[in-house]
């Protein structure tokens, strides 16, 4: 066998790889072992500084980390999408319309307008090839990305309706409430998504990379250009 076609993991083991293709996403989390099985606080900043020349490398695509930009880009284009249907009317009919049919206390096209929003942001973020967006799970089973970007757009609903004096006009219950704000959520989802993912992977820290690095001790000043 080749000594090209030979490999060595991060236990020391050498192994077969012959005819293996590799993508940049696999020395991701070569490096993501790596880290985890040094002991010293230094080593580890070794890897990461390594983990940062990667992801400038030009030409990759494929968008990993959620940073504080990404939030304020997903907050301006929910902003845009919002603003021309809080001077609607129309708002308040379709309001009206989610609430006309209910099973039990359930209202279904509420309902539906609620799951129609989540799958539209969900569609957006990892089924289409506007961007290669990587999922990544809090607690094992909830994805982040598409979570912050369903919150975010939400707040921008509710608070712009509620600043624009929308929320409160005819005295509406407080379920016509939460379904006029599901009206101006789906707008405001779609720019959002659209704002967090058009531009491509932020410049900045990655927030649970920076939750991680201020829990062991690592040197915040070590790269002034990740920080958020």
């Avoid at 929308?166 to 407080?174: A, D, G, N, Q």
């Avoid at 599901?182 to 649970?208: F, H, M, N, R, Y």
Wanted: hydrophobic content about 40%.
């Amino acid at each position: 066998m080749d000594r090209d076609e030979k490999s060595t993991d991060t236990d020391g083991h050498t192994f077969d790889d012959r005819g293996a293709t590799y993508e940049l996403q696999d020395v991701f989390d070569q490096l993501d072992d790596l880290e985890e099985s040094v002991s010293s606080s230094e080593e580890r900043q070794g890897v990461r500084q390594t983990r940062r020349m990667l992801e400038r490398i030009p030409g990759r695509d494929r968008i990993k980390k959620y940073t504080s930009r990404d939030i304020a880009e997903g907050f301006v284009g929910g902003i845009i999408f919002a603003l021309p249907l809080l001077v609607e009317d129309g708002v308040f009919e379709i309001a009206e319309w989610f609430l006309e049919f209910s099973v039990g206390p359930l209202p279904i096209f509420l309902a539906i307008n609620v799951l129609f929003v989540a799958t539209l942001v969900g569609g957006l973020l990892y089924f289409t090839d506007i961007r290669d967006v990587q999922v990544r799970l809090v607690f094992g089973f909830i994805p982040k990305r598409l979570t912050m970007t369903l919150a975010i757009s939400f707040l921008v609903a509710l608070g712009t309706m509620l600043m624009w004096g929308r929320l409160h006009e005819e005295s509406p219950t407080t379920i016509e409430q939460f379904s006029r704000v599901t009206v101006i959520w789906a707008a405001a989802a779609l720019g959002a998504t659209l704002g967090d993912i058009l531009p491509g992977e932020s410049k900045g820290q990655d927030l649970s990379k920076l939750i991680g690095e201020l829990g062991d001790g690592s040197d915040g000043n070590a790269d002034h250009d990740d920080s958020i």
